[in-house]
Every structure is written in C-alpha cells, then in structure tokens.
C-alpha cells in the first residue's frame, strides 16, 4: 500500500496531500524576457521583432541562375 502511495507521489510531485499547485502571477514583462532570452533547442530564437514587410511568396537570397548553353 505505501508503495502506491510513493509512485503517486513520484508522478504528480506537485500535488501534495490532494491540493493543486500554488498558482504564481508573474508580469507580461517577464514572460517576454523569459522568451526572448531563452534557446529552445531546435527552434528559431524568438527576438521579438516581428516578420519582415515582406510579400507573402517572398524568398531571401539570389535566385539561382543556369546558363541552357
């Protein structure tokens, strides 16, 4: 019985005693920072700037060209 007890508690380890996490209320300020200061692997890092005013079939770069010759 007390087995179950502690795998309960090994997969809800907020949770304690039936209650719900403590809620936190932190400023949209942060939350922006967290994002822009944060790497997440594998994703572009987000610097807030917004897209570029750029049409929507726009591509960077040149454009390759090949002589038919």
């Given at each position: 019985?007390?087995?179950?007890?502690?795998?309960?508690?090994?997969?809800?380890?907020e949770?304690?005693?039936?209650?719900?996490?403590?809620?936190?209320?932190v400023?949209?300020?942060?939350?922006?920072?967290?994002?822009?200061t944060s790497?997440?692997l594998?994703?572009?890092k987000?610097?807030?700037?917004?897209?570029?005013p750029?049409?929507p079939?726009?591509?960077?770069g040149?454009?390759?060209?090949?002589?038919?010759?």
């Amino acid at each position: 019985m007390r087995l179950l007890k502690g795998a309960e508690q090994a997969i809800n380890t907020e949770r304690v005693d039936s209650s719900f996490p403590k809620t936190v209320i932190v400023k949209k300020t942060v939350e922006d920072f967290k994002a822009v200061t944060s790497d997440p692997l594998g994703k572009p890092k987000n610097l807030g700037q917004g897209k570029p005013p750029v049409p929507p079939d726009f591509a960077f770069g040149v454009k390759n060209v090949t002589s038919s010759d």
